[in-house]
């Protein structure tokens, strides 16, 4: 009798992924929205061949090495793979993929909401009149920076980068971009390159952060590189929290050298920096650039692929190399 491959789920993921999920694999699931534990994943670990897991299950070296040996994939629910030890999984000879291409419209889209709700205020406007406290419009109320016309410099002009600078567009933004390398897009053909972030920043009305975090992103934004941005300028992160010197951007944005900020993540999710809290100029989401229904779904269809494969003895879609 033909046994399916046991797989260990470490979230409750959409319902569409998880009926495909119980009806292709045996599967012990976690029924709450709270994330496993490590002592958790490594209780249920020996009765599992692979494991779907998230950004919320620090799969750092550690917990790689005290897996059994019957785990032989680990597929992540996100693109982003810090959380993971690739080099410790691979000396266990545990394979792992992850989700990407599925989610650079989804994200980039958070980014020009980010970009417009710092600029416009939106966040002090918005709790202003659900307190009540409207009563008449003014002229000199909620001004924020127009984003039309204005210089965007982007961090990383990968696929959600490229989205990013190709949404901007529409709003005649000129567009500035630090990358390893120039892109080869006809659409961004007048997109200006440069070399170094040092010479990106000067041309920043608008700052969206589209980088992966690595040992050379981390704080790579810090009072250092704020300073060498235009003042008044606007900083949007929708990419890695630590990139991000959380002190740093809380001293530009009570001091106006920043006029705005507009973050999607942060360091230490979910526990945001107090020092944020009062900021008027501050707009801030609840890392949703991927949350919607057709980009949650896909992200975890490519998870299953991910299984498919494996379990077929294939290439894996997705995977994660050192």
């Not at 659900?130 to 127009?146: E, P, Y």
């Not at 990358?179 to 440069?194: E, F, M, Q, S, T």
């Not at 810090?222 to 060498?228: L, P, Q």
Request: aromatic letters at 6%.
């Amino acid at each position: 009798m033909y046994q399916k491959p046991r797989i260990l789920a470490t979230r409750n993921f959409p319902p569409a992924v998880m009926e495909r999920l119980l009806k292709d694999y045996h599967v012990i699931t976690n029924d709450s929205d709270e994330h496993l534990t490590s002592e958790a994943i490594l209780e249920k670990a020996n009765k599992v061949d692979a494991i779907m897991g998230s950004p919320t299950n620090p799969f750092q070296k550690d917990l790689i090495e005290a897996l059994p040996s019957n785990v032989k994939l680990i597929t992540t629910f996100s693109v982003g793979y810090d959380h993971m030890d690739v080099a410790a999984a691979d000396k266990c000879g545990i394979l792992l993929s992850n989700t990407p291409d599925v989610l650079t419209d989804a994200t980039a889209d958070i980014a020009i909401l980010c970009m417009l709700g710092a600029a416009r205020m939106a966040h002090s406007s918005a709790e202003f009149l659900r307190a009540g406290k409207w009563d008449r419009w003014s002229a000199n109320q909620f001004l924020g920076v127009q984003v039309s016309g204005k210089k965007l410099g982007i961090l990383g002009m990968g696929r959600i980068g490229q989205a990013v600078a190709r949404r901007a567009l529409g709003f005649d933004m000129e567009i500035h971009y630090h990358n390893r390398r120039p892109v080869n897009d006809d659409r961004l053909k007048d997109a200006i390159y440069h070399e170094t972030l040092e010479s990106l920043l000067p041309n920043c009305d608008f700052l969206s952060i589209n980088c992966g975090l690595s040992e050379e992103t981390h704080y790579l934004i810090n009072d250092t590189t704020i300073a060498a941005m235009p003042d008044g300028a606007v900083l949007v992160n929708t990419a890695r929290g630590p990139i991000v010197e959380d002190e740093a951007l809380i001293r530009a944005l009570k001091s106006k050298k920043l006029a705005a900020a507009g973050l999607d993540v942060f360091e230490n999710e979910p526990n945001l920096n107090p020092g944020y809290m009062d900021l008027p100029n501050l707009f801030v989401l609840p890392h949703i650039g991927s949350a919607t229904i057709e980009t949650r779904n896909e992200m975890g269809f490519k998870c299953l692929d991910n299984l498919d494969a494996f379990f077929a003895g294939k290439a894996l879609p997705s995977q994660i190399k050192l």
